[in-house]
């Protein structure tokens, strides 16, 4: 318990200063950038991102889920790792040799995607499931808080007008790509590498495509939602969004950071054969991520139409009802983050896995062919999140015969409504004010008093 109090912290923390830092910087990239160049360089992101996806398969989940059930055999984890990784490696060659044809022939702006493609090489170094497998949180945490750091830095100094479009995106892409290097210069300590097993790779491969569906899948709601609105709108339209998909996106951080230490750690427990202990943990995580998850979601909705203003700039005004409208995928996907890292994953249930995201993703492109056309970025966010939903609610009813997901949130319901009533009086207040960055700290303030206040108050109560 006391490692995975431990990890947690490590991870909570850098997920909090990947909160923070995008904070200090995307009011300074708005407003130098603009919106239209910002919608350009989001879309070129997207691009490369998906390829990525491609590069990376399945990998980042059966590599961690495998190395934790061999862990405590060096031989045995030595080999897994080297099997996993040369399907890792072969496979990003043959991606980036696909995106160097789409950046050169296809790419309607050939620079910045030509420079967007530093991302899809770094998939050749990202061995972080490796550490992730053996539960070493503090080696990836410490290389992705420096390089971070060194990045919010180079932004400030190099971005300084709207034609820095593409020394911005090469600072961003480099960045990811020297994090992933630097894991190389540890890898000696823990494994040696040896030479693949054929029978081996075949199992691999097989488990790799499998986990691949549902990463795909999830990125048709992430990531497709913005390539579509590019393509069925404008770059106006994916700069809202994505500035107000980007502030959804940061705090969940803090609650899938549970996830990522939670995988390893209960595939090794299966593995072990300890299940009674694995559903404990299961409803404690339960009961965390609808205390943060609430805070969060009704937080964000209550403090949107001020919050965008002044934090991005009065251009975007817009993405402020669409966080509003977007702060509830919170809850979905926070909900689903625990069946899937701490179930369905480290037991194997990929099929349920598969499915769920796979309805999510029909269901979000669905919904953006009908929606996008006529309400823009509003119609993307409406199936984010439908897409969220469905994700849910699918692996929930998937998993109701043996996890009890009734009680967990008839326990756990209380929280939603300490968070709306947060909700309305947060609005209450900010509606009789004016909206400055004053009257944002005091609301902000005032909301976290309530809330803390409420839930402390229930869990003193409930241990009397």
């Known amino acids: 318990m006391n490692s995975i109090k431990k ?7 850098y997920q909090f200063l990947s909160l923070i830092l995008p904070m200090i910087t ?25 390829f990525l996806l491609f590069a990376m398969l399945g990998i980042s989940n059966h590599g961690n889920r495998s190395i934790a059930a061999c862990r405590d055999d060096k031989g045995k984890m030595s080999q897994t790792f ?25 790419s309607e702006n050939n620079q910045i995607a030509l420079i967007q493609e530093i991302i899809v090489i770094s998939a050749l170094f990202d061995i972080s499931w490796f550490y992730f497998g053996i539960e070493q949180f503090k080696v990836t ?16 100094i190099f971005v300084k007008k709207p034609e820095d479009l593409f020394i911005y995106a090469f600072i961003m892409a480099t960045s990811v790509l020297v994090s992933q290097i630097l894991l190389w210069s540890f890898l000696k300590k823990y494994i040696n590498l040896s030479k693949p097993t054929f029978i081996n790779l075949k199992k691999d491969i097989k488990e790799i495509m499998v986990l691949f569906l549902p990463v795909l899948a999830y990125s048709f709601y992430r990531i497709m939602s913005k390539i579509m609105l590019g393509n069925m709108s404008n770059m106006t339209e994916v700069g809202y969004f994505e500035n107000a998909d980007k502030i959804i996106v940061m705090p969940m951080g803090i609650i899938t950071a549970l996830g990522t230490v939670m995988l390893p750690r209960i595939s090794n427990l299966i593995s072990k054969g300890q299940h009674k202990l694995q559903k404990l943990y299961i409803e404690n995580s339960f009961q965390f991520v609808t205390i943060t998850a609430s805070a969060l979601c009704f937080g964000l909705a209550g403090i949107s139409n001020i919050f965008a203003p002044i934090f991005f700039g009065d251009e975007f005004i817009k993405s402020g009802n669409l966080i509003a409208l977007l702060s ?39 919904i953006n062919l009908v929606l996008i056309p006529k309400f823009k970025s509003y119609g993307a ?13 699918v692996q929930f009813w998937c998993v109701r015969r043996d996890l009890n997901i009734k009680i967990y949130i008839k326990r756990n319901s209380i929280y939603l409504l300490f968070g709306f009533i947060m909700f309305l009086l947060v609005r209450l207040i900010g509606y009789h004010m004016s909206q400055n960055i004053i009257t944002l700290i005091i609301i902000i303030a005032f909301g976290a008093i309530i809330y803390i206040g409420l839930v402390l108050v229930h869990l003193l109560y409930k241990k009397r």
């Open 7 to 13: 990890n947690l912290f490590y991870n909570v923390f």
């Open 26 to 50: 995307s009011p300074y990239i708005s407003r130098i950038l603009g919106v239209e160049a910002l919608g350009t360089y989001s879309y070129s992101y997207s691009v490369a991102s998906y």
């Open 82 to 106: 080297s099997n996993i990784y040369i399907i890792q490696f072969i496979n990003s060659i043959l991606i980036i040799f696909i995106y160097t044809i789409y950046s050169v022939i296809f």
């Open 141 to 156: 945490v410490m290389r992705n808080t420096i390089c971070k750091i060194l990045t919010v830095v180079a932004v400030f």
């Open 328 to 366: 509830i995928t919170i809850l979905f996907a926070s909900w689903a983050s625990v069946i899937r890292t701490q179930y369905l994953i480290p037991n194997k249930l990929d099929k349920i896995y598969v499915l769920s995201m796979s309805i999510g993703a029909i269901s979000n492109i669905l």
């Open 381 to 393: 966010s409406i199936g984010t999140i439908s897409a969220e939903f469905l994700v849910m609610f």
